[in-house]
């Protein structure tokens, strides 16, 4: 049950976009259609913005999208805004109804 | 409204214990697996027990397996996190949330601390 790799930070300006990447073993990421994706601000609790690789549940908006390859993961945001400026965590069903948590990553909107 | 509340958290000294409470409301509680999920201080998050809907079931993260029990009560809205023989390692913010059927935690709690310290 290894964390799950996620590049430390990513930066970009508002209206850019970025991509976090999430990756895995054919374990986790590459063996399911289960990845999700949470947006954490500083003191407060995890908030689901993605769910099954690509799915927004309700209220997400859409600038947020997420896709799989193999045993990486990626989130995407685009047209980046200053309130997107947070921690994201990508997690994925790790089998034996298990899950792993990704390291994280800082998003910052210069 | 969803609404789930931890609570419990505090100092423990290693080798002690501690349970931890995360009562729910707003939805059929029984009709959802609950999960406790836990950040270290500036650390990233890590999944450490589920719970089926009927309580029948329960599975653990291999760091807490033997010391950690997922516990729940049906009647009463509301799970529990045993904590046994703590060790500093366990010192985190620990939060309950709801996973409905798939693979994903659509509500979470806002958390309770525990400090793993003599």
């Known amino acids: 049950q290894s964390a799950l790799t996620q590049p430390r930070s990513v930066s970009g300006s508002p209206g850019q976009s970025v991509t976090i990447s999430c990756t895995g073993t054919?374990?986790?990421?590459?063996?399911?259609?289960?990845v999700s994706w949470y947006q954490q601000y500083p003191g407060k609790a995890p908030k689901l913005m993605i769910y099954d690789v690509s799915k927004w549940p309700s209220g997400v908006p859409a600038r947020f999208s997420g896709s799989k390859s193999g045993n990486t993961a990626s989130l995407t945001i685009s047209g980046l805004q200053a309130e997107d400026e947070a921690d994201y965590y990508c997690c994925s069903y790790a089998g034996n109804y298990t899950r792993v948590f990704g390291t994280g990553t800082k998003v910052t909107v210069l | 409204e969803v609404q789930l509340l931890e609570s419990g958290g505090g100092l423990v000294q290693p080798g002690g214990s501690l349970r931890l409470s995360c009562a729910a409301s707003g939805f059929p509680f029984i009709s959802y697996d609950m999960n406790w999920v836990r950040q270290a201080p500036g650390k990233g998050l890590e999944w450490v027990a589920s719970?089926?809907?009927?309580?029948?079931?329960?599975y653990y993260a291999d760091s807490v397996k033997g010391r950690f029990t997922i516990s729940r009560d049906n009647s009463k809205n509301t799970i529990y996190l045993q904590i046994n023989s703590p060790r500093a390692e366990d010192t985190a913010v620990y939060y309950c949330?709801?996973?409905?059927?798939?693979?994903?935690?659509?509500?979470w709690g806002q958390g309770t601390l525990v400090t793993v310290s003599s």
């Open positions: 054919s374990s986790d990421v590459g063996g399911y259609h289960y």
């Open positions: 949330a709801r996973r409905p059927a798939g693979e994903l935690f659509d509500y």
């Open positions: 719970i089926t809907d009927t309580g029948f079931r329960t």
